[in-house]
């Protein structure tokens, strides 16, 4: 599956912005689906993830009660909608996909098998 993410630019403090992911190929629903960040200077990091089937999300202690996953199976779309937006999140946001991914796994980057190419998100003060 290729993944294209869109949706970045320049926002804010506490503005909101709305990333999306569009997966090409077949049986997209057969994928948990994931969003990573990297900040300038720093690794990339988990923010937020949505699984296959059960829709279930996940996010990281600094997104969590700002950010919402959720997906479109009709569309292949992934979204993050950001809300309350401050400038430590700026960052690179990778969408990502791996197929029948659930328990504990959903964090980890070297489970997931496809990443789409990165879309920039920069949050001014």
């Known amino acids: 599956v290729q993944l294209q993410a869109s949706g970045g630019g320049l926002v804010q403090a506490g503005g909101s912005r709305r990333l999306s992911c569009i997966a090409s190929?077949?049986?997209?629903?057969?994928?948990?689906l994931a969003w990573f960040r990297q900040a300038p200077g720093k690794d990339r990091e988990f923010a937020a993830a949505i699984r296959y089937g059960t829709s279930a999300t996940y996010y990281s202690d600094s997104v969590k009660g700002r950010f919402t996953i959720s997906r479109d199976n009709a569309k292949n779309t992934v979204y993050l909608q950001m809300d309350s937006l401050q400038p430590e999140d700026t960052a690179v946001y990778y969408c990502a996909a791996a197929s029948f991914l659930h328990g504990h796994y959903y964090n980890t980057e070297r489970y997931y098998n496809f990443w789409g190419q990165g879309t920039d998100v920069t949050v001014s003060s």
């Open positions: 190929g077949r049986s997209f629903n057969i994928y948990t």
